[in-house]
């Protein structure tokens, strides 16, 4: 009901989650393909203990307009649909808020269905949370590597280190890896990573290190208040 659904939501603006509907799914997948010793690698690392690199990279790859968005970038989904009707090539145009609403409470897949499920999970967690929040979750539930999810285990399994420790030559490598975790290798990167990873530094430089200022600054005022 929506009732629940909106309850639930807001339920997980201030509750992190043990594990997420996605993480689920990834596990069932490996073990229906023999690996029946299969396991996620994830635990939960607070907005503070993540490099400000990190937050950087992943708003310069995926959603540049996240600061300021309502949960969808319109413009992007307008290119999207019409790059869609001429090209076999499906692009996507999703910003953060609507994949952290996929990670946490969906499954991988195009139908209609799913999207608009999304969309309904979108635009509550937009309603609901603050964007800093937002941002928390994603890196903390998004896939980096075949069963890595979550920037905490990604720095840890592919760097050895802590997630506060990551370069900016790092972040903007596990951001790039973000679009297809199943196939890129962070630890060997391909060609193609390289030059994603070289072209996500320079949207970090364009952007600028204070690009997310506005949504920590809000999350500061909502904690005095």
């Given at each position: ?99 952290t609403a996929k990670n946490l409470y969906l499954w991988a897949g195009r139908s209609y269905f799913r999207k608009l499920l ?108």
């Amino acid at each position: 009901s929506f009732l629940g659904t909106l309850i639930g939501v807001g339920f997980r603006s201030v509750v992190n989650p043990s594990t997420t509907a996605f993480m689920q799914q990834r596990l069932l997948h490996l073990r229906a393909r023999g690996n029946a010793h299969a396991h996620i690698d994830y635990h939960w690392v607070d907005y503070q203990s993540i490099a400000p690199t990190m937050r950087l990279a992943v708003v310069s790859s995926e959603d540049q307009t996240f600061p300021y968005n309502d949960g969808f970038d319109w413009v992007a989904i307008g290119e999207a649909l019409q790059h869609n009707r001429v090209s076999r090539y499906v692009r996507g145009a999703s910003t953060i808020t609507q994949q952290t609403a996929k990670n946490l409470y969906l499954w991988a897949g195009r139908s209609y269905f799913r999207k608009l499920l999304e969309a309904y999970f979108t635009v509550l967690i937009n309603l609901e949370w603050p964007k800093q929040r937002i941002l928390e979750m994603y890196l903390n539930t998004a896939q980096f590597d075949s069963n890595v999810f979550g920037v905490g285990a990604a720095a840890r399994h592919l760097f050895g280190k802590l997630p506060t420790q990551l370069t900016a030559d790092e972040a903007a490598l596990l951001a790039a890896a973000l679009p297809a975790p199943d196939r890129a290798d962070v630890t060997d990167p391909s060609d193609y990573l390289l030059r994603r990873q070289a072209w996500i530094l320079d949207q970090m430089q364009q952007l600028g290190g204070d690009y997310l200022d506005s949504i920590e600054t809000d999350a500061r005022r909502g904690h005095k208040q």
